[in-house]
């Protein structure tokens, strides 16, 4: 039995929330490896919606283990909050069920402070983030000077390294002129937050080693999508973490080969957050209409997702970057009843026919969708739960998107909730 990594194959919001909390049933961990609680995870269950943004979508299965592993960068006020909120909603949440990796990067309220800053300087240019500090705290990480979870055990040297990490902070906010942080603002809240947090901390690696050793089943659960990935993506609109499955492996603790299947997920059509290229996007008032019926508003940020047809181009660069094996497509009911679909196949870049998406950002810019007209279905998707459910024209189109990028569909969502699914080739069965 593999163990199963579930990740974005566009621009995030692919659904993955949805596919992690249906799968979880089939396993024993779920463990988040990246970003952070810039991700935002609805599940629906028996019509009571849950929103995640940190906590791994395993979490409303009390009987599962969650780990956040040393890949993300954790906000411990914002990790605080989701646990009570999602503690309100009925669910038992308890260090026995949640642990955080002992080396994971604390985001502090600095960072958040300078990615909203920043991207107020970068002004028309803005990446569009979403404001909580995820890219100043993997900066500092790289760095060699963020505050770590461990580091929180001792106050003597936590003080140290609050003065080391000021050092650089202080000097960028001198020179632009604004003022400068102190120490004790730091360090206090830390000192504050410490012991509500340090219960859940665990030494991640270890436990997932011996449950792999156990035969417990492991799942991966990615943030953000593969044209957000810090190298794959489109840079620099991008996130600050690798969001491919290769980095499920490392940002737990465990090697390569434990990772297994790679389960991509990705909507019928297409939707984006944030500035940065989208040569599908579809201005007109159908694109509106999409948004509309799929109720595209971002989780985190409530901002409106931009919206565009399905990039056939775009997905087969992300099952060949990220080594996806099957994809998971959903949100297919929202194309219900429309006369068209539109998919992208080709791209045209200065008058010459292309078969990927550049690295340059001003020629992924420039890039032109080259379309094929699919002929839509009247019938009613939203729902279905078996294959034989689907209307001919629908069943057509699940195929022939297989045949564009190359991999084949391996689960179909047909509405927001849990068991509105539909299983094709079980992931956890390789
Ligand atoms: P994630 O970030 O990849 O987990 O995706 P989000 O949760 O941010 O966005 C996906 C949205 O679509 C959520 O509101 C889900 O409840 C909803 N959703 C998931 N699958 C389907 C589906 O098959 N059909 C419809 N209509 N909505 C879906
Ligand atoms: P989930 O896990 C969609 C986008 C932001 C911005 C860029 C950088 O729900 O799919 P950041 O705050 O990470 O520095 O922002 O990445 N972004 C997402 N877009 N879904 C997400 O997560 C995202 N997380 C970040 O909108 O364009
Ligand atoms: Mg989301």
Not at 338 to 353: T, W
Request: aromatic share 6%; net charge negative.
């Amino acid at each position: 039995m593999a163990n199963v990594a579930v990740v974005g194959a566009q621009w995030g919001d692919e659904g993955k929330g949805k596919i992690v909390d249906w799968l979880s049933s089939r396993a024993d961990v779920v463990v988040r490896f990246q970003g952070g609680h810039n991700a935002g995870h609805t599940l629906v269950i028996n019509g009571v919606e849950y929103k995640l943004s940190l906590l791994p979508s395993g979490v409303v299965r009390a009987s599962k283990l969650s780990v956040i592993g040393n890949g993300v960068v954790f906000d411990p006020w914002a990790f605080l909050r989701e646990v009570e909120a999602i503690r309100a909603k009925g669910v038992t949440v308890t260090p026995e069920n949640l642990i955080v990796a002992e080396n994971v990067a604390l985001i502090l309220p600095i960072h958040s402070a300078v990615d909203k800053a920043r991207e107020e300087a970068r002004g028309a240019s803005k990446i569009g983030t979403t404001g909580r500090g995820i890219g100043p705290a993997y900066e500092d990480k790289v760095a060699r000077r963020a505050i770590r979870l461990c580091d929180l055990t001792d106050e003597a040297a936590l003080a140290d390294k609050v003065e080391q990490l000021l050092f650089h902070h202080n000097a960028v906010l001198r020179g632009l002129g604004s003022p400068e942080v102190t120490a004790a603002e730091l360090l206090e809240p830390l000192k504050e937050i410490a012991p509500k947090i340090l219960p859940f901390a665990g030494v991640v690696w270890k436990t997932l080693d011996e449950m792999r050793r156990a035969g417990k089943r492991i799942l991966f659960e990615g943030a953000q999508g593969a044209m957000l990935d810090v190298d794959h993506g489109t840079y620099p609109y991008v996130t600050s973490s690798n969001t491919v499955a290769g980095n499920a492996a490392t940002g737990s603790g465990m090697g390569p080969r434990a990772v297994g299947y790679v389960l991509g997920i990705c909507k019928a059509y297409t939707t984006r957050v944030g500035s940065g290229p989208f040569p599908t996007e579809d201005l007109t008032e159908v694109g509106e209409l999409i948004g509309q019926r799929g109720r595209e508003f971002g989780t985190v940020t409530g901002r409106k997702r931009r919206c565009g047809w399905f990039d056939a181009v775009l997905v087969r660069q992300a099952i060949k970057t990220g080594g996806i094996d099957g994809i998971a497509l959903t949100k297919l009911d929202v194309l219900d009843g429309l006369d068209a679909i539109k998919v992208c196949i080709g791209y045209r870049l200065d008058g010459k026919e292309i078969d990927h998406l550049p690295a340059n950002a001003a020629e992924q810019a420039r890039v032109e969708p080259i379309y094929e007209t699919f002929e839509g279905w009247g019938e009613s998707t939203q729902g279905a739960r078996t294959w034989a459910e689907l209307p001919a024209q629908a069943v057509k189109y699940v195929r022939h998107i297989e045949e564009l990028i190359q991999a084949p569909v391996a689960l179909l969502s047909t509405s927001p909730e849990r068991d509105d699914t539909i299983l094709m080739h079980d992931p956890f069965a390789d």
